[in-house]
């Protein structure tokens, strides 16, 4: 694994290894546990380091951790700083990012984005569900691609492993990261959201969300102003749990349609559920699946 300074990635178009890149794909098995250690770690060996960042493809570990967020030395002034904190420069490594993105997803096959906390206990029932939709997904013929994190996106991307299917995961630079959780089959670790979130949009058939905070609602909103604006088409967005969701669809449809800020078309952007199975349903019926990734991707 590389420790060197923050550089473009270059001209690659396909998938990296560890070694080499932001990617990690690990065919038969799990890239790396929810806390950042690996298993050959857990068999032996020295003990498992806590403070671990990505920054990029970089692993920045004790000290090193503390060093500042990629997107926050992009969007705050900086007036000093050589040539590698000038936007020019920023302009290559953003530009490596959706490379590295673009190279690495194009044969995903038909998949579908699910989002949901990452604070999500595994004794909840949102976790359960989270592994039915990633089971049921992969079972209708979609890779399940998650934001590589804990919690609900664990339990997505649990759900598919364990029932054959592809397992994605983009994870993102953050002060507070725990790496990809040990479900992730393929995954890609971004610097900046806008990167990362084009990702989300771009390889994917559809949304399905279960209950979350800031980071849910921002990938959710986003979806349905793409929708809303006819940026994408043919794009389902389906809510998990009536009882979470219901009282913001409820302001939505009292104070923001109310006021006329949008139109009651927009009202009908999402679907409200309490099922796996009926969010699949909704998702598979709406997306234009057309064939299972098995057959084009070449991943697993």
Known sequence: MSHSQDSPAGDR??????????VQAVPDGPVQAANGTSRARANGGPAPVRATRHKGPVEL????AAAPQSDSMLLDADPGGGFTRTDPWRVLRIQSEFVEGFGTLADLGPAISVFGSARTPQDSSFYAIGEEVGRRLVAAGYAVITGGGPGAMEAANKGACEAGGVSVGLGIELPFEQGMNEWVDLG???RYFFARKTMFV?????FIVLPGGFGTLDELFEAMTLVQTRKVTSFPIVLIGVDYWRPLLDWIEGTLLAE???SENDLSLVQLVDTAEEAVRIVAASSGHR???SAASGHR
């Open 260 to 262: 006329g800020t949008i």
């Open 61 to 64: 570990r004790r000290g090193q």
């Open 291 to 293: 064939q299972a990734p």
């Open 13 to 22: 178009t396909g998938p990296s290894t560890a070694d080499d890149g932001a």
């Open 188 to 190: 890609i670790n971004f």
């Open 202 to 206: 771009k390889y994917a058939n559809g």
